[in-house]
């Protein structure tokens, strides 16, 4: 089983910028697409960015030129540098890895999420 845990949320005011990050651990023999999630109150979660093992990267639209996702391979870290916030970013961040375990097995995990509030 792998575990995921995210840090770096918090209330910054609009044109601030936030990094987040997102540690994995556990059973791991190799991980392969992680991302970012976010969810708004009453809307549905949707996809912030998304990087491969090999740092291919993809991004919506509506964060594109302002947000950056990178990771660490050998810390199975990734991370998701956050400017110019607006206050439509208010969400909650979710982490996501794909994995392969020890015992060969595929999975997914997600983080227990960390909010982010754009605010003056």
């Known amino acids: 089983q792998v575990q995921l845990v995210e840090s770096g949320g918090g209330l910054v005011q609009p044109g601030g910028s936030l990094r987040l990050s997102c540690a994995a651990s556990?059973?791991?023999?190799?991980?392969?697409?992680m991302g970012w999630y976010r969810q708004a109150p009453g809307k549905k979660r949707e996809l912030v960015a998304t990087?491969?093992?090999?740092?291919?990267?993809n991004y919506a639209d509506s964060v594109k030129g302002r947000f950056t996702i990178t990771r660490d391979n050998a810390k199975n870290t990734v991370y998701l540098q956050m400017n110019s916030l607006k206050p439509e970013d208010t969400a909650v961040y979710y982490c996501?890895?794909?994995?392969?375990?020890?015992?060969?097995?595929?999975?997914?995990?997600w983080g227990q999420g960390t909010q982010v509030t754009v605010s003056s």
């Open positions: 996501n890895a794909e994995y392969l375990s020890l015992r060969h097995v595929t999975g997914s995990s």
């Open positions: 556990g059973s791991i023999f190799s991980i392969g697409v």
């Open positions: 990087i491969t093992s090999g740092l291919m990267t």
